[in-house]
Each structure stands twice: as structure tokens, then as C-alpha cells.
């Protein structure tokens, strides 16, 4: 069934966030002969929907006062973009924008939004929303009987869009008053992405067998990107100094629930696992096969961490 | 079960009789009196000091006072403390107590040097106290004894119990100066050197006077009479050198004379003042001693109605718990024990005593007299709070409640009560708990186990195992798995090991699965009173309704909370540790240990079945009649084991210090040089899971942690395949 | 000051996964046997910030709001024992099985009739759907200002000052009264409650709501008033045994590894 498709774009560096490309990329699988559209909010708004590739067409407005997210001033805007382009499906990210915009969006629009999808497809006629749900123990597929429907997608849930970008744009209206006011802004360093958030998080224990070893540890870190990967370490590292405290994972330390947990010279105590078992997708990697972190992976690669780890980080960086 | 093996032998025990011939000594004397002739042996009292009548007698009186004084001061700072019940049950059992732990001093030879020394000093100032009482009977009532044989007698045992004094403060002298760094020397204070040199000079001076008077009495007189006071007598000699006139010597006899009584009553009013009030309060502490289990702590009753949780207040300790106070004697024992302060943790439980006492000193009298005007508590009186300030909840933290200190404390000072009271009033009263074992509490009131996070259902060791019985009232036994032994991966394989070996012995048992909840013991050890009441209680009424009888154990620690606390909630089980029930089957042939475990063990005792529980034997036996395993005692063990660091609550603890209890314990265990580390607690394991690597790094030839079932399990069915590491085999020797 | 904090009982997360059961009839979880339902660990650090507010400005009242069955009566009092001061339960047959609109409607007609409130705290999302919906629907239905995801707040003045948690840092907003705040777990852990209190709490009476009390008719609240509409709720096929990554040497290793992620959609 055709669908009328605005993706709620976001802009990073003045051009449409990988994010953004990823929903017009299944929006344009979506659309079975609708429209795709994009909004773009921000300054660089109208230069970046040439690179908006997949969409048709572009609501947008240069306004620098949309750089930073306000959910009061971008709700307006995107309302507009909806009922112009007489959108059926809104999708945006799960973003720090998208999981405020979303409900909001909705409950101004009186219908309903699917939060932090990972599938959205449509199902003879009806589109389906396929959220996890109690901690990853289940999944949820959800349908939107109003119109539009809207929903939040998790990232790398679709593929990128390739080829042209929007040929048309249409403004949307600057920004209006906010009643929340951003009075400051602090940007964490690459380091600082926190263990607790990081959708993938990379532990080491003893059994890297010096403190130099988390030196790789972060470069894999780096290379999965610096704001999804953390690193971590078992209660054992941490003992024998080779980790500050505050990154410890376990009984005693921090509990983490990422979607990807890679647990490098890492035995898989129980006193560990308490804080990692959580994780939806556990990676192992250790020397011995019988070692209890392999209990409760997914993957598992028998090895010694110092070929497995280098190698791992060169595939990455292909 | 044979008695534990080290409570003290009889030859030990007759070393603490020494107060027996010394009473015999003088009742002699009074027997010896009546028919003896007049003109044999004997000495004039207050010989050469007109006016030492009517001096001692005025020195003695205000002694006299002063104790008196003394004691109604300190009886008042008790008296604010809350009534403290059941002090006056089991009466025969207190005063066995006092006779062996106090009088005796049982605990006090737990360090053999201090024993030695202790003894001579105690028995010379007991003995020569006697001495000088007959002198005074001699002198001032109508009874005549000393003269004759009993009178050369006399001098003899004198003299000899002012040597044995003399070489008793040698020691002292030797270990508070030349001995290294010494416990002694941590809360070392004007008073201690005062008392020993003190002591050392009441007894010198003694034996001048002695040997001054028989140069001018004796010597010539009656030299057959002045050897039976060997030490005047060599002083006697000594002082013949120096040729003086007697006129000098008697001046010198005077003189001295005055000196020595007037430093002996000094010394002695220094009872009051000082910790030689021991010499009264630590016979008497050995009197309030518990008398029930040290793995019980107390239950607040009608908790809902109270006005403060727990002891937050020094007047909310109990009057005995304020009394204690003044036994403690600063020798540091308890605190050389302790786990925390041996890995350089923020607790001493001698300081925290002391520290209790001078809080006590400072805001007793003052919360006293409000008493008195306003009749309330008073808690708002003192200035400091006791928790937080006083004692810093770090150091309540770091105990391990594994009652090494109280099993060290020469003058039966009990530290675990009296820490986890304080805890109490930091968990209920003000919920400040450190962050990881408000976790566990939190689990334990939401989930009825303190594991957090577990992915293990309480069922889950079952898969693989067959028929696993659950428990329906007609079985013998219900096999209490405990919340370790089900939700820890670790302790999986000891909860199957303990359930195969219980099925290849015959037993009729049953498990209760899925219906398992914690019996509370970490909300009570944790302070959390409220919450284990409620634990308990539940359990109690489940046990009761599956017509429980007989439980066993493959936990310490749910073994100690069945066996010592639900008496105090109408629950009375026959509880078995699995260490006692498998020594027991094998011993009657029920189960069998066949194959060889070519094994070097160590053996860790864990504190709730050791020193709480007094089950030493029952493991050491399995070990025993396991063919092929050969056991090394670490240096610390039996009743002096070191805790593996996660008792009271540490298990769900971060721990602040300069190093883990479980490393320490571990590398204890490594020393021995066995292959294997044999426990029987499921903490126990866990820590040395984590402690032995991290002592030992090296993953070739390191040392394993068992559970003792694991061994037995082995020894009964073979090795299980699945124990490929080359340690597990024992063949792994270096 | 008057606070209302939201809190929702939910099927313990930590609910071990061989535990977790779904009756596929009625698309719904089934209670694992012995685990008890527990308050929603984000509504419980909610309930932290809104009492810190409350403290730090020496006055004031905070209400715990709860829609749900009798049974969230224990979350309710978990709230007041850290030390709410009035708990209201929303418990009505007609609110079952709504979605987050029309449990922001209830929330937010509950919070109208009690009048006075100045502030909302709110979980970010509740720790069973995840949805993170509820906080910024009722801020929407009342038309308050509203700070999602919280990791701190305190009173500046006359305005709230939030810490807000972003994917590459934080940013400090300004929130004039009344205002809806989310909190997030980077706030910290809620405090344990003093026995003390959990004593008062067990004490209190808690208000019982139902859709009339509250002027709203039952076909716009629960399932009948819902929008978003569930069709299947399954546990997703898991390899159940761990697969060991093939490879003769670690680059091959890697590059099975990488492939196999990728294709999870996981990096």
C-alpha cells in the first residue's frame, strides 16, 4: 500500500545524520509508490537536502535558532512539514530528538507513535511496528489504526539511502519561543561516552595480563565509534589498577545492558555476569574454551585476545 | 561429634590452676596456728616502723574509698545504658566461665608468652596479697601463726611468688621495650609504663626491706632461718658487703619500708584509674559472657514499637555492653585478628572499644544528670554522634562479624553485638548503607535473594540430575540448597555434588525448589533487623507447615541462622551442615570414597561453621577418608582462621583498604603449597575464586577453590570429565 | 511546592530469562512463579530527584500517582516510605490495557483534580515497555514545559534547573513552574528508606481513583481509548548455544565476526 512518507531528518556537520539517510533508506522502501519526504531544521538546512538522498522533497528552514534541540521550537515545524506533505508514516530516530518529538508529535497530531522500533514493515495493507520490549527478553509488533502513524526507529535498522538528493524544498517557518531554556552545554569527550548508555560496550579483565591492554581495548572502542562504544572492566582489572573503579562491571560496580557486549580475557564469573548478563547480544572472547563467558554468548572466538583484538579492530576500519 | 580440637588440654587447664596451691598455702597457716610452741621461728611485725600501724591501716582505708569511689562512678556510666536480659540464666554455666575464662584466664594463654607472663604476675600479686593479709591477721587479731615451720614456709612461698613477680615483669618489661612492633604498643598510653615500673619497683623495694631486715635480725641470729626467705636472704647477702653500721641499714629498712607501702598503695589505687581494673571487670565479663551461641545476635523484640532502631546513642547499648567497655585492657588482640585491620581496612576493634569508652567517659555524665531533671532518654545530650562521628560508618562496614576478635579477647569483650547494633541504627534509622549492599537488601526485599542480576532460577541445578524429590513432610531431611547454592553459577556444581552424594547415601530428603527464599541472614548481618524478622518469620511458618524437622545445609550460614537464630522465632530444627552429615555417612559406611584423589589440600575454616559453630572435626575426617588427598594446615586455622572477607554482609560490599581480605586469605592458602583450597561455604569459594588469581596470575600450577563436596563427590564417583584442568587432577605438583 | 511523581509497578526486568513466559493468547507476560512485580526502577529515581527538590527547599509536598491494579499499592508505599507524603492509586478495570496516551490521560486528569501540583517527575520510560512516552504526553496534555532524561535538578529561583542527558554529553535547560521532568537513571540510585518511615508508610492511606471519579468515560481511557495497538508480543528466537566463530587465523576470525554483527545490525 503506497505510503506518504516524511522522514524527520537531523543534521550533523551541515549535511543529513547517518541516521537520517538510514530512515529515508527504508522509507524509500516503505513508500511502494508514495512520496518520501525529509525535514531539515538548522543552519545549512536548504544545502543539506540536496544530500538527502531518497527524498523528493525538503521542508526546511536555515534558522540557526533550531541548532539546538527544543522540542517546543522544532514541534511546529515538523507538524507543518507533516500536514504539507500529507504525510501517513512520520519515522524518525531514536534520538535525544526523536524520543521527545515523537509522543509529542502524536498526542498534536491525536494519533499514536511506536517507540525505538527495529522493524517497521508493511504486512498486506497494515504497517507493522516491531519493537524489543521487557529488556530484550521479548519483542512487540505493534499497528497504528490514526493517521499518520508515526514511529522512532533504533539506528542500523535500515540500510542508508544512496543516490539524489531532494530537488525540491519547501520552507517551513522560523523558530518560535521555547519555555525551556538550554543555558548550557557540555560536550563529554570521547572517553566519556557513559558505560550505563553505550549501546556497545567493551570489557577487559585479568586475563589481558597487563594494564596496557585496555590501550587496545579503547582502540576497539574507537574503531566501533566513539559514541556507541565504552570501555569497561571486570572487578579483577580493576583491582590490580589497571581500570579506574568508576568503569567496573559487576556485582559491585556498574550494571550494563547494551545491545552489544564484547567480553575480551574475561572468565565470566558470576559476580561479573551480574552486571553484564543484561546485555542483548554478549561477544566472548578468551583463550579457553570451556571458560564460563561462553555460557552466556552469543559468539563466542577462542584465541588469544592480542591477535583476535588488532585483527578485529583492521576489519573494522575496512 | 568429638569435641572440638582446640579447646584447651588438660595440662593447659592445670597451668590456669595455679590459684589453687596458693589458696592451699594460706588455709595451711590458719590450720597451722593453734598448737604451735611459741619460741620457734618467727619475725616481729612492723619490725623497726613505730608508726607503720596506724600508716597502712590509713593507706588501706583510703583505698578502701577509692575503690569504692571508683566503682559507683564507673556503675554509674553502666546505669545508663538499657536493662540487658538473660544476664542472670544459665548461672552455673556463668560461673564455670568465670572460674576458667576469668580466673583461670583460658583465652589469656592463646598467646603463650602473654600467658607465661600474665600468670606471674596475676599469681604474685594474688599470692603476696595473701602474704600480707596474714601478716595483718598476725598483727592485729588474736590469732598467732606465723612462727614455726609454717612461718619459714610462708617466707618461702613469699619470696618465691615476689621472684616469680619480679621475672613475670621482666617479660613485660622485655615485650612493651625490646620486642618489635608489637600490638601492645598500638594504643600505648603514660598508665602502661606507670604499672609495669611500678609493679617492678613494689616488689624490689619488697625484698630490700625483707633483705635489710634479716641482715640486722637474722642473719646472724638465725641463718637457718633467713635462707627459707631466699630473696631477702640474697639481698640480706648482698647488703653485708657494703659493711654498714646497723643504725644505716636500720635507716635504710625504714625508709625503703616506707617507699614500698606507699608505692604498692598507689599502684593499687591505680585500679581506679587505670586499665587494672581489669583485674576486678574481666572475671566479672567473664560472668556476663554469653552463654547461647556467638552465631546468634540479638533479636529486637516488638521491633515495630521501638523509638530507635538499632544503638545510634551510647545509653541504647545495653548496661553490659557499656561495662565491657571498661574491661578492655588495650592488649590488641582482637584487633591482630581482625581480617579488616590484617588487609589494612578502616577497623580496630580495640580502638572502636576504646573509643566507645571515652565517648562513654565524655557524655555519660552529662546525659545522666539529664535523666535525672528531665527523665527522658536524653539522646539529643551529646554533642558528637556516636554513629558517624565517633565511629565512622566505614569502620562498622569493614566488619566481618567473623567473631575473631571476641574469640581473642582475653577479657571476653564481645565486638560483633555491639558493631552490629551500630549497623542496625545506620541501615533502620538512617539508611545509610554503602551503595552495592543496599543493593543486595533491595533485592533481598524484591526478589527474597541478594544475588542481583542472577540469570539462574532457583531449579536450574536440577537439570541433568534425574528425579529431584521435593520436599513433602515425609521425608528425613529437607536439603536446603540456600540462595548461593542456586542463583551463583559457581556453586551450582557444590549443590549437585552435596545432592548426589545425599542420594548415593540413602537419605530420604527432599528439596523445596522453587518455594526457596532467603532465610534473612544478610538483611540481619547487614543491620537490616526489620527485613530479616520478616524473612525469618516467613521461613518459619513455611519449615512448620511442610512439617519440617531436619535440615541440611550445604551453607554456613543458613546453617547458623536455623540452628542459633529460629529459636528466637519458635522455629527449633535439627539442623546439619553437609560436612557433618557426610562425615557421619561415611563413617557408617553409607557412602564410600573409592577413588583416589592424588591431591596436596588445604583446608579453610569458615568462621559460621568454626568458630561460631565449633565444627572443626567433621570436614578435617572427609579429608581424612578420602583416599589419596593429604591435608596442610594453613598457619591460621581452626578457631584462629582467618575470615575469606565476605562475613557480615562484605560479600555485597566494595571494600575500602589497602588490601582484600580474600587476597590475604588466599595467599595463606597458597603458602601451604597444596593444590587445592578446601571450604565449605559457598562465600567462601566465591572469594577465593577471585583472591587465588589474583595472587597467583599465572594460570599454570594455580590452586583451585572446592567446595569439600566437590571432593567428595570425586572421591565417591571418580573425577567427572568435565574437570580437565590439571589441577583439579592434582598432577599439576611444582 | 507540590511534586506528583508517577510511578509504575511492572514485572521484575531482572526476572531470570528461562523464567520469562508469554501466553501468546492473550499477548501478555506471565507472572514468573515467586518473582513479585517491583516499582519501575526510573520511577524510583523520579521519586529521588522529586524528594531532593522538596528537601533542598525546606517545604513542600511530594504525591506518588500510580495507575494500576490493588497490587501497586506496594509501589505506592515503597515511594512514601522513601518519603512521599500522600499516595493516590488509580485503579479502574476500565484503565486496563491502555497505551501511553491514554495512561497520560488518566495521569494527567488525576494530577488536574488534584489542583495545586507545580511539577511532575516521571521515570524516562517505564522499565517493562520502554516506551519513554508518558512524561512528555502529560506535559503535552496539560501544556507544561517539559526536560526529558534527567541527571540532575534542582531549584534556581523561580525555575527548575535540569541536567539533561545527550548522546555526547549534557546541557543545563531552565524550566519555569509548572514543569514535567523525566529523570533518567544517570541521576543516581534512590535512597534506601529509613525504617522509621517505612512504618508511617505502611500506615497511610492511599486514594483510590476511578474513571468517574476523575470525569473521564471508559471508552477513552484502557484498550477501548487506545491508539496504538498491540498485535504480538513473542520472545524472539535466540541461538540457544553459543556459536563459536570459525577461522583459521584471527583475521579470518575477525572478519566472520564482524560480518555476523553487522548483519545483526549490531555495529
Known amino acids: 500500500m503506497p505510503q506518504n512518507i516524511l522522514v524527520v531528518g537531523e543534521l550533523e556537520n551541515g549535511a543529513p545524520s547517518t541516521v537520517t539517510l538510514e530512515l529515508l533508506g527504508g522509507a524509500a522502501a516503505l513508500a511502494a509508490g508514495g512520496s518520501v519526504s525529509v525535514s531539515l531544521l538548522g543552519s545549512g538546512a536548504t544545502a543539506a537536502a540536496a544530500q538527502a538522498a531518497g527524498a523528493s522533497k525538503a521542508f526546511v528552514s536555515d534558522d540557526a535558532n533550531y541548532d539546538t534541540f527544543r522540542g517546543e521550537q522544532w514541534l511546529p515545524a515538523v507538524q507543518a512539514a507533516v500536514e504539507q506533505s500529507g504525510a501517513t508514516l512520520v519515522l524518525m530516530a531514536q534520538s535525544t530528538a526523536g524520543r521527545e518529538l515523537g509522543p509529542r508529535l502524536a498526542h498534536r497530531l491525536n494519533t499514536a507513535v511506536a517507540m525505538d522500533c527495529v522493524k517497521v514493515e508493511d504486512a498486506g495493507g497494515a504497517l507493522q511496528f516491531t519493537r524489543p520490549a521487557y529488556g530484550g527478553n521479548a519483542q512487540a509488533t505493534y499497528t497504528i489504526a490514526t493517521n499518520p502513524a508515526i514511529a522512532t526507529v533504533r539506528p542500523k535498522s535500515f540500510d542508508e539511502a544512496t543516490g539524489a538528493g531532494a530537488s525540491e524544498t519547501a520552507e517551513l517557518p522560523a523558530a518560535g519561543a521555547s519555555r525551556v531554556n538550554v543555558v548550557g552545554k557540555e560536550v563529554t569527550e570521547s572517553e566519556g561516552l557513559a558505560l550505563t548508555d553505550a549501546p556497545i560496550v567493551v570489557a577487559g579483565g585479568r586475563g589481558l595480563g597487563a594494564p596496557e591492554g585496555f590501550e587496545t581495548l579503547r582502540e576497539l572502542a574507537a574503531a566501533l565509534g566513539k559514541d556507541k562504544a565504552a570501555v569497561g572492566a571486570s572487578r579483577a582489572a580493576v583491582d590490580l589498577g589497571w581500570f579506574p573503579p568508576s568503569e567496573q562491571i559487576g556485582l559491585t560496580g556498574k550494571v550494563v545492558t547494551p545491545d552489544l557486549y564484547i567480553a575480551i580475557a574475561i572468565s565470566g564469573a558470576s559476580q561479573h555476569m551480574a552486571g553484564a548478563s543484561g546485555s542483548k547480544t554478549i561477544v566472548g572472547v578468551n583463550r579457553d574454551k570451556d571458560a564460563n563467558i561462553f555460557d552466556f554468548s552469543k559468539y563466542g572466538v577462542v584465541g588469544d585476545w592480542k591477535q583476535v583484538i588488532p585483527a578485529l579492530i583492521e576489519e573494522l576500519k575496512k | 561429634m568429638a569435641a572440638p580440637r582446640d579447646t584447651p588440654n588438660r595440662a593447659q587447664r592445670l597451668v590456669g590452676g595455679w590459684w589453687g596451691p596458693a589458696v592451699g598455702m594460706s588455709a595451711l597457716g590458719f590450720y597451722a596456728t593453734a598448737t604451735a610452741p611459741r619460741d620457734e621461728a618467727g619475725r616481729e611485725i612492723f619490725f623497726n616502723v613505730p608508726a607503720g600501724p596506724w600508716a597502712v591501716y590509713v593507706f588501706f582505708a583510703a583505698l578502701v574509698g577509692l575503690l569504692v569511689w571508683g566503682f559507683v562512678r564507673h556503675a554509674s556510666l553502666w546505669g545508663i545504658g538499657r536493662p540487658t536480659p538473660g544476664l542472670f540464666r544459665d548461672i552455673p554455666q556463668r560461673l564455670r566461665n568465670t572460674a576458667r575464662l576469668g580466673l583461670a584466664q583460658d583465652k589469656v594463654r592463646r598467646d603463650r608468652y602473654a600467658g607465661i607472663m600474665h600468670w606471674c604476675i596475676m599469681s604474685s600479686i594474688v599470692v603476696l596479697t595473701l602474704v600480707t593479709a596474714q601478716v595483718a591477721i598476725e598483727a592485729d587479731t588474736p590469732l598467732n601463726f606465723l612462727h614455726g615451720d609454717y612461718y619459714l614456709f610462708f617466707s618461702f612461698y613469699g619470696d618465691l611468688f615476689g621472684v616469680i613477680g619480679l621475672v613475670g615483669v621482666g617479660m613485660a618489661l622485655y615485650r612493651r621495650y625490646f620486642a618489635d612492633f608489637h600490638r601492645i604498643r598500638w594504643d600505648e598510653r603514660l598508665e602502661d609504663h606507670i604499672i609495669i615500673v611500678g609493679l617492678g619497683l613494689v616488689l624490689l623495694t619488697g625484698f630490700v626491706v625483707e633483705g635489710a631486715r634479716i641482715l640486722v635480725t637474722e642473719l646472724d641470729a638465725h641463718p637457718d632461718w633467713a635462707v627459707w626467705s631466699f630473696g631477702g636472704f640474697a639481698f640480706a647477702k648482698g647488703l653485708e658487703i657494703f659493711n654498714f653500721a646497723e643504725d644505716q641499714v636500720l635507716f635504710l629498712h625504714e625508709a625503703t619500708w616506707w617507699v614500698h607501702v606507699s608505692i604498692a598503695f598507689l599502684w593499687l589505687g591505680m585500679i581506679v584509674f587505670t586499665r587494672l581494673d581489669h583485674l576486678f571487670f574481666a572475671p566479672i565479663n567473664a560472668f556476663f559472657l554469653r552463654t547461647d551461641s556467638q552465631g546468634r545476635l540479638a533479636k529486637i523484640e516488638n521491633i515495630e514499637e521501638q523509638e530507635v532502631f538499632g544503638v545510634g546513642y551510647v545509653q541504647d547499648f545495653t548496661w553490659k555492653q557499656l561495662f565491657e567497655l571498661d574491661a578492655c585492657v588495650r592488649c590488641g588482640r582482637c584487633t591482630d585478628v581482625c581480617p579488616a585491620n590484617i588487609a589494612g581496612q578502616p577497623l580496630s576493634p580495640m580502638h572502636l572499644i576504646q573509643d566507645l569508652k571515652a565517648h562513654l567517659a565524655d557524655v555519660g555524665p552529662a546525659i545522666q544528670q539529664h535523666r535525672h531533671e528531665h527523665g527522658d532518654a536524653g539522646r539529643e545530650v551529646s554533642p558528637v554522634a556516636l554513629v558517624g562521628e565517633v565511629i565512622l560508618d566505614e569502620t562498622l562496614w569493614a566488619c566481618r562479624t567473623c567473631g575473631a576478635c571476641v574469640q581473642e579477647c582475653p577479657v571476653m569483650i564481645e565486638h560483633v553485638p555491639t558493631i552490629v547494633d551500630m549497623r542496625r541504627f545506620l541501615v533502620m534509622n538512617e539508611a545509610r548503607i554503602p551503595a552495592t549492599a543496599q543493593g543486595a537488601l533491595e533485592n533481598l526485599e524484591m526478589r527474597g535473594h541478594p544475588w542481583r542480576g542472577t540469570s539462574l532460577e532457583r531449579t536450574t541445578w536440577m537439570e541433568g540430575l534425574g528425579d529431584v524429590p521435593l520436599f513433602d513432610g515425609s521425608q528425613e531431611y529437607l536439603y536446603w540448597v540456600g540462595c548461593s547454592g542456586s542463583l551463583v553459577e559457581r556453586n551450582l556444581p557444590v549443590t549437585t555434588a552435596v545432592f548426589r552424594l545425599l542420594r548415593e547415601s540413602g537419605a530420604s530428603f527432599g528439596v523445596l525448589g522453587q518455594e526457596e527464599t532467603c532465610n534473612g541472614d544478610p538483611a540481619r548481618r547487614l543491620g537490616n533487623e526489620y527485613l530479616y524478622q520478616i524473612l525469618a518469620q516467613q521461613l518459619v511458618e513455611t519449615f512448620k507447615a511442610k512439617n519440617v524437622q531436619k535440615v541440611i545445609t550445604n551453607c554456613p550460614h543458613c546453617f547458623n541462622t536455623f540452628k542459633n537464630e529460629y529459636p528466637q522465632f519458635d522455629g527449633y530444627f535439627e539442623v546439619l551442615h553437609h560436612t557433618e552429615f557426610l562425615s557421619k555417612a561415611m563413617q557408617d559406611g553409607s557412602l564410600k570414597a573409592t577413588h583416589p584423589i592424588a591431591a596436596d589440600v588445604t583446608y579453610h575454616d569458615s568462621c559460621y561453621l568454626g568458630r561460631m559453630n565449633g565444627i572443626y572435626d567433621a570436614p578435617r575426617q572427609i579429608i581424612e577418608m578420602v583416599p589419596g588427598a593429604t591435608l596442610t594446615e594453613m598457619q591460621r586455622t581452626l578457631s584462629k582462621g582467618l575470615c575469606c572477607g565476605a562475613g557480615g554482609g562484605n560479600m555485597w560490599q566494595e571494600e575500602v583498604g589497602e588490601r582484600r581480605v580474600n587476597h590475604v586469605r588466599s595467599e595463606e592458602a597458597i603458602n601451604t603449597g597444596a593444590s587445592q583450597l578446601i571450604s565449605n561455604c559457598p562465600f567462601c569459594i566465591q572469594m577465593f575464586e577471585d583472591g587465588v588469581p589474583a595472587v597467583q596470575p599465572e594460570e599454570e600450577g594455580r590452586m583451585r577453590p572446592f567446595d569439600i563436596a566437590e571432593l567428595l563427590e570425586d572421591a565417591v564417583f571418580g573425577p567427572k570429565a568435565k574437570e580437565e584442568t590439571p589441577a583439579a587432577a592434582g598432577d599439576s605438583s611444582d | ?267
Open chain 3, 1 to 267: 511546592m507540590h511534586i506528583v511523581v508517577c510511578a509504575k509497578q511492572i514485572p521484575d526486568p531482572e526476572t531470570p530469562p528461562s523464567a520469562f513466559k508469554i501466553d501468546a493468547a492473550t499477548n501478555k507476560v506471565v507472572p514468573a512463579q515467586g518473582i513479585a512485580p517491583v516499582l519501575s526502577q526510573f520511577d524510583a529515581i523520579a521519586a529521588e530527584a522529586a524528594l531532593r527538590i522538596k528537601e533542598a527547599g525546606g517545604e513542600g509536598k511530594v504525591t506518588v500517582i500510580s495507575m494500576g491494579a490493588e497490587s501497586a499499592q506496594a509501589a505506592i508505599k515503597q515511594v512514601l516510605a522513601m518519603g512521599a507524603d500522600e499516595g493516590v492509586l488509580l485503579n479502574d478495570p476500565a484503565f486496563e490495557d491502555g497505551d501511553s496516551h491514554t495512561t497520560a490521560k488518566v495521569l494527567a486528569s488525576a494530577i488536574q483534580k488534584l489542583g495545586d501540583v507545580d511539577a511532575v517527575f516521571c521515570g524516562r520510560q517505564a522499565a517493562d515497555w520502554d516506551m519513554g512516552q508518558v512524561g512528555l504526553l502529560i506535559a503535552e496534555i496539560l501544556d507544561w514545559p517539559v526536560a526529558t532524561i534527567a541527571k540532575g535538578a534542582s531549584l534556581e529561583g523561580e525555575t527548575l534547573s535540569v541536567e539533561r542527558v545527550l548522546a555526547d554529553g549534557f546541557e543545563t535547560v531552565q524550566v519555569p513552574f509548572p514543569a514535567v521532568v523525566t529523570v533518567s537513571n544517570e541521576f543516581g540510585e534512590p535512597r534506601y528508606p529509613k525504617l522509621p518511615q517505612i512504618m508511617a508508610a505502611a500506615k497511610k492511606t492511599v486514594t483510590q481513583m476511578k474513571a468517574g471519579d476523575l470525569g473521564l468515560d471508559p471508552s477513552e481511557v484502557g484498550k477501548a481509548g487506545s491508539r496504538l495497538q498491540l498485535q504480538k508480543l513473542f520472545i524472539p528466537e535466540k541461538g540457544a548455544q553459543v556459536e563459536f566463530i570459525a577461522g583459521d587465523t584471527p583475521q579470518e576470525q575477525a572478519a566472520a565476526l564482524v560480518s555476523k554483527l553487522r548483519a545483526d545490525k549490531l555495529i
